[in-house]
């Protein structure tokens, strides 16, 4: 059974997280009072764009023909290196917190690549957005994971899950502190308010989406797919990292039960955190993300500061 | 035959092929040709042959240790030692010159009949062996000999395209600021003397206990700045920006790759190798280095729009991050956790052979590009990536090394620096954690930034549509250039594919030293081509690279066959808001990183200039034209070295009062000269 299991984990992440981005809408549609799409809409979407024709700009270079494919590949690579809700994959020796950072980074790269290709100013001021915006998130990312190490004795991801649930109480208050500075983090890497609209590309503050303005169909639908991904990929490290309930040690259909019931139960926290946050507040002032940022890369020092 | 080239003879001989290769040169200087194919063809055989004696050396069993000729002076010996740190240098460097000097033989054409090849060629051998020399030399007076051959050639060739002006203001500077560092280098060597009483490098290290801590610790802070200078950590850097992007592009490459190392391996040497042991706060002092350099050296290169001096300031952050794993390797050591500093140390050495093949790949192709579009601003390039298809690739790959992106081999050196600054915040008894948190966060921010600066150096070269009539018509390399190239950026896949290997190597590397003997058990495996740190962590670079690889085959294949077979892709132009679309929309890569520098304008104080021209002076409503100058104070020259500067000017004017110019007040002078000394020897 749990070969299965090593088989479909890359698959996971792309088959799911289609239904994330529908429930986080679902919920915010609620919360406006608004009635709003199924929650099956994103896949209903994808399937709409894949089977579009295309236009690609003449001044589009391979880069932008590819990105695409790379930035989808790079988050299916992230998805079987990071735990889900089985511990015992044969991914788990490779799932180092900083290859996982770094190979994330492979498709912020293409991506702000891919929007500086077509010569538009949209994409060019997104991407010096997009690329100001993760330079300064990846510290706050690469320190919270750090905190769990810290606590754990590893930096590989699968054992800070087994062991951040075992950790003392007194690691409780840095274990909190980081997962705040990760859920800033989480907001800023997955395009979410205040960072970034996921839901428009009319305003040049927009940063993710005005970067993949000039792309349509099947390229469109990968590119729309590796930001649910992404986003999916994120939150399930925010689940299991910080709260570790749940997950499957060894293969059992109990187990299995528990360890999907729980997993859906802890997404859907974050979904409600998400739509909760984009309904009630205003996307910031670009020049003022970096102090959320810098906030969080804080938050992190004093957790060092409280275990040490 | 191996046995032959790690012998004596062949280093003499590797010696004796760049000196064929200078001498050569310079008698053939009549005929542009002849002399570059005879110095490239010297450069390149010589460079060969010592790949093969440095990587016979590196897997040697004992250290070569030997001298050449007798001395007429007792303190000149002209003694070698190859240890597997000197073979490991010299493998670099040999590495690195023989694809620069491919890439050369096409390079160097465009200088024909504007200025002498044979004088290229004369210097460019002699630097080569000049740095053999430097990484090999066991004598202290030896060595400066050859530190000055090396300095001196490299000086030559930074003001080689002498019709501008700039360059030779950069070469000047460069002449003056590596002096400076020599004299402090001189410094240091003296009060090793002064102790040990011999310029030998293995008489100092057996006499290290005769040296009083105060002496060492200022040797330690002369041969910082000393080597330093030369490394370029700031604020010593303030040539490098100059002098890289002055030289021809394949000598930038060199420079940049491997001159610049040289500082870092005398550091090793004498830090790790001669003077142990030495107190805490060496590392201390070297890990805050390491942090300010790689932090303000890529925040410099975002703000630069000249493609080689943003390069040269990435080597700045580069020699960061190399001095981040000295750094805590020389902190580990002072704890006593050698097996801990052995892993910051594997981390040092690996980003230096790292950053000599990526960063001379950078600069080949942003030679390529120059070559081409006869700028190197680049908001005068543009669309090069079809006009250059190759040349784009290979600066991609090198933009992905450079900016730590697996598979590539900047990746593994950076977690294994990660990781060395880790273990100090997680070892238990660590009294300088901050220390590790801040060189740590530094490490963190770095990567973001270069990141960022990458995708605008990229897109603003290679992307969207050209900017210039010159990018208009700029065709692909010729092959030599693009060989040079090609095998750069093979060479960094396959170290970082193979960064479980490297780093073996590395840790034999290490190992060698004294302190690194008798491990109780060591903290870095690498086995089966896995690194590992302690039970802390690990990676493993072939299935990084096969995941890739497959799931980029995978996707590529599923979307195209299974999911839209039928859909049609058309061409068309770039939507343009209704507008004419024409280069000026594209962002310029002043544009692009202006938020960031905007964000960090505490530290890079920005500055900005406006004037604007009305058409009508009265009324001021109709503005003829605007224009925006963007800049940046230079905090080091206005309150460093402009000081400085005053200060000695001063000082030169007072002591011009001396000079008379009266026969008698010199005479006068020499007798008091006379009777000072005889006080003195009473």
Redesign the interface.
């Known amino acids: 059974m749990n070969i299965i299991f090593d088989i479909l984990q890359p698959l996971f992440v792309p088959l799911l997280s289609p239904l994330l981005i529908g429930v986080v809408k679902k919920i915010k549609a609620k919360m406006q009072n608004r009635q709003g799409a199924g929650v099956l809409q994103p896949y209903r979407d994808l399937w709409k764009l894949f089977h579009k024709d295309e236009v690609i700009s003449q001044d589009a270079s391979w880069i932008f023909r590819m990105a695409p494919y790379i930035i989808f590949a790079v988050t299916l690579i992230v998805g079987a290196f990071i735990p889900i809700f089985n511990l015992n994959t044969f991914t788990a020796p490779l799932g180092d917190l900083l290859a996982v950072v770094y190979l994330l980074a492979i498709g912020t790269f293409f991506l702000a690549l891919a929007g500086i290709d077509t010569g538009s100013a949209f994409g060019g001021f997104a991407s010096s957005r997009e690329m100001t915006v993760s330079a300064l998130a990846e510290v706050g990312l690469i320190f919270s994971f750090f905190i769990l190490s810290l606590v754990s004795g590893s930096t590989n991801l699968f054992t800070i899950a087994d062991s951040v649930l075992v950790a003392n109480i007194t690691s409780l208050q840095p274990i909190i502190l980081a997962g705040l500075g990760y859920f800033i983090v989480l907001l800023a890497e997955g395009g979410r308010y205040p960072f970034d609209n996921p839901a428009t590309h009319l305003e040049l503050t927009m940063i993710h989406e005005a970067m993949i303005l000039e792309y349509c169909g099947r390229r469109l639908a990968l590119m729309e797919w590796a930001a649910a991904n992404k986003l999916f990929i994120f939150m399930t490290l925010g689940a299991n990292l910080f709260f570790p309930w749940g997950l499957m040690h060894e293969f059992s259909l109990a187990a299995l039960i528990v360890a999907v019931a729980v997993f859906a139960l802890k997404l859907s926290a974050f979904c409600f955190a998400i739509a909760f946050i984009e309904s009630g507040i205003a996307k910031f002032r670009f020049f003022r993300l970096p102090d959320l940022l810098i906030v969080s890369f804080i938050l992190n020092i004093v957790a060092i500061g409280l275990i040490k | 035959m191996i046995e032959f080239i790690i012998s004596p003879d062949g280093f003499i001989i590797l010696l004796l092929l760049f000196l064929l290769g200078a001498l050569g040169a310079a008698l053939l200087k009549n005929n542009d040709e002849s002399a570059n194919y005879w110095s490239s063809f010297f450069a390149i055989a010589g460079s060969l042959w010592g790949v093969l004696f440095g990587l016979g050396s590196l897997f040697a069993v004992r250290p070569l240790l030997f001298t050449i000729g007798a001395s007429p002076f007792s303190l000149l010996q002209f003694s070698f030692l190859i240890d597997k740190l000197a073979a490991f240098f010299v493998f670099i460097i040999c590495l690195i010159a023989l694809f620069c000097s491919l890439y050369g033989i096409d390079y160097v054409r465009q200088y024909y009949r504007k200025y002498s090849i044979g004088s290229l060629g004369f210097f460019y051998n002699l630097f080569i062996a000049g740095m053999l020399l430097v990484v090999t030399a066991t004598n202290g007076l030896f060595f400066l000999l050859a530190w000055e051959i090396m300095s001196v050639a490299s000086f030559f060739l930074v003001i080689y395209d002498r019709h501008e002006q700039e360059n030779i203001r950069a070469g000047f500077l460069y002449l003056v600021m590596t002096h400076v560092g020599t004299s402090f280098i001189i410094a240091a060597f003296l009060l090793l003397y002064k102790f040990t009483g011999s310029f030998e490098f293995s008489l100092i290290r057996n006499g290290a206990g005769m040296i009083p801590g105060s002496v060492k610790n200022a040797v330690f802070v002369l041969s910082l700045i000393g080597f330093g200078t030369k490394a370029g950590i700031i604020p010593l850097h303030i040539w490098l920006p100059g002098a890289h992007p002055a030289a021809p592009s394949h000598v930038s490459g060199l420079m940049s790759g491997v001159m610049i190392k040289t500082g870092i391996y005398m550091m090793i040497r004498i830090f790790l190798d001669l003077l142990q042991p030495f107190p805490l706060w060496w590392g201390v002092v070297l890990l805050i280095t390491g942090a300010v350099s790689s932090l303000l050296g890529v925040l410099y290169a975002l703000t630069e729009h000249d493609i080689k001096k943003l390069l040269a300031y990435h080597s700045i952050e580069n020699i960061g991050i190399i001095l981040l794993g000295l750094g805590s390797a020389l902190t580990f050591l002072s704890l006593q956790m050698p097996a801990l500093a052995l892993v910051g140390l594997v981390a040092s050495l690996f980003h230096t052979l790292n950053h000599a093949t990526f960063k001379s790949l950078l600069f080949l192709g942003a030679g390529s590009v120059i070559n081409q579009t006869h700028t190197r601003n680049m908001e005068e390039y543009?669309?090069l990536?079809?006009l250059m298809p190759q040349t784009?690739l290979l600066f991609?790959v090198g933009s992905?090394a450079i900016?730590?992106?697996?598979p590539f081999n900047g990746?593994f050196s950076e977690?294994l620096t990660?990781?060395a600054l880790?273990q100090g915040?997680?070892a238990p008894n660590s009294q300088v954690?901050w220390i590790f948190?801040i060189a740590?966060?530094a490490l963190?921010?770095t990567?973001?930034?270069a990141?960022?600066c990458?995708?605008?150096a990229?897109?603003a070269i290679?992307?969207?549509?050209p900017r210039s009539d010159e990018a208009k018509h700029a065709k692909e390399s010729s092959p030599f250039m693009l060989a040079g190239m090609w095998s750069l950026g093979a060479l960094s896949l396959l170290f970082g594919v193979g960064s479980g290997y490297v780093s073996q190597v590395l840790q034999a590397v290490g190992g060698e030293f004294a302190v690194f003997q008798n491990l109780p058990a060591p903290f870095l495996h690498t086995e089966g081509g896995w690194i590992t740190v302690g039970?802390?962590?690990?990676?493993?670079a072939p299935?990084?690279f096969l995941?890739?690889l497959l799931?980029?085959l995978?996707?590529?294949f599923a979307?195209n066959r299974l999911?839209?077979r039928r859909?049609?892709?058309?061409?068309?132009?770039?939507?343009?808001?209704g507008t004419d679309?024409t280069?000026r929309?594209?962002?310029t890569s002043t544009?692009?990183?202006?938020?960031?520098i905007?964000?960090f304008k505490g530290i890079l104080k920005p500055t900005m200039q406006k004037a604007v021209e009305y058409r009508d002076g009265e009324s001021r409503y109709l503005p003829k034209s605007r224009m925006i100058k963007l800049g940046m104070n230079d905090i080091y020259e206005k309150y460093l070295y402009e000081p400085a500067q005053a200060f000695v000017l001063k000082f030169s004017l007072y002591a011009k009062k001396v000079q008379s110019g009266l026969i008698n007040m010199y005479i006068l002078y020499i007798l008091i000269a006379l009777v000072g000394v005889l006080l003195f020897s009473l």
């Open positions: 543009g669309g990536i079809k784009a991609l992905m900016t730590a992106l697996p990746f977690w990660f990781q880790f915040i997680a954690i948190v740590a966060g963190a921010f990567g973001g930034l990141l960022a990458f995708v605008k990229f897109g290679f992307l969207a549509r039970g802390f962590s690990s990676v493993f299935a990084i995941a890739l799931a980029l995978a996707v590529v979307v999911l839209s859909q049609t892709v058309r061409t068309g132009p770039t939507w343009d808001c679309l280069p929309m594209e962002i544009g692009f990183a202006r938020s960031i905007l964000i």
